[in-house]
């Protein structure tokens, strides 16, 4: 079975500042994705990056890049130059390459505050 | 291009009722996937639909059902209400439902059971 941890269920962080969130996770299929998703107040899940298992660069979008180190199974997401708008719930999955009985396979989320 | 919607958005019912959710798919996108998000339980995958067809489906009862039509809009229907469906559903869609496709949420359904 697939599980997704994300052990920081709040942060705080200075505006500007570049933000970590950490993900590790867990699967016995040698073939997957990760995602990372933000969810603000509204509810709406916004995609954000993907990486695949066999990618041998780390995955960058805008201002997002993901570190992605297989050995370690983890997978953070980081955020360079923090803004306001960056504030909201920070969710990391995953799903294997048969498609997933499960589909996708979410972690806690992490509570992402930017202070001004 | 129009994203996900999903109808209606909010929604308050009472034990016992059912309730049917609709979500309209990103043009092209043939698969729409189901998740349930509480703050207990987080995110947990419902089911997901493919050329009208459930392909795969979580662990929960018979009383969450959903079917796709031939446009690739999918409805879910619970019945027999509990408080514990209270919940926000979101619907998501993807080209063909299989890594590496992202799947695309909508902006979900709020359903208060009373």
């Known amino acids: 079975a697939q599980k997704i941890t994300q052990t920081q269920p709040g942060m705080f962080v200075q505006e500007k500042e570049a933000v970590t969130l950490d993900c590790t996770y867990d699967?016995?299929?040698?073939?997957?994705?990760l995602f990372w998703y933000k969810q603000p107040s509204s509810g709406e899940m916004i995609f954000l990056i993907y990486q695949g298992s066999y990618d041998q660069q780390n995955a960058t979008e805008g201002r997002y890049s993901l570190n992605f180190q297989k050995a370690r199974k983890s997978a953070n997401l980081v955020i360079s130059a923090s803004q306001l708008g960056d504030s909201a719930m920070y969710f990391c999955a995953m799903r294997d390459s048969g498609g997933g009985a499960d589909g996708l396979t979410f972690g806690k989320g992490t509570h992402l505050i930017i202070q001004p | 291009k129009a994203g996900v919607t999903q109808t209606p958005r909010y929604l308050i019912k009472t034990r016992g009722q059912q309730v049917t959710l609709s979500c309209s798919p990103i043009?092209?996108?043939?698969?729409v996937s189901w998740y349930q998000q509480t703050p207990g339980q987080g995110l947990q995958f419902l089911f997901e639909?493919?050329?009208?067809?459930?392909?795969n489906k979580g662990n929960f009862p018979g009383r969450f059902s959903g079917r796709q039509f031939s446009n690739s809009r999918s409805e879910m229907n619970v019945s027999t209400l509990e408080l514990g469906d209270s919940a926000l559903y979101l619907c998501?869609?993807?080209?063909?439902?299989?890594?590496?496709?992202?799947?695309?949420f909508g902006p979900g359904t709020r359903l208060t059971v009373l």
């Open positions: 639909y493919f050329s009208e067809t459930q392909r």
């Open positions: 699967t016995s299929d040698p073939s997957y994705g």
């Open positions: 043009s092209g996108h043939r698969s």
């Open positions: 998501a869609s993807s080209l063909e439902g299989l890594a590496p496709d992202t799947q695309y």
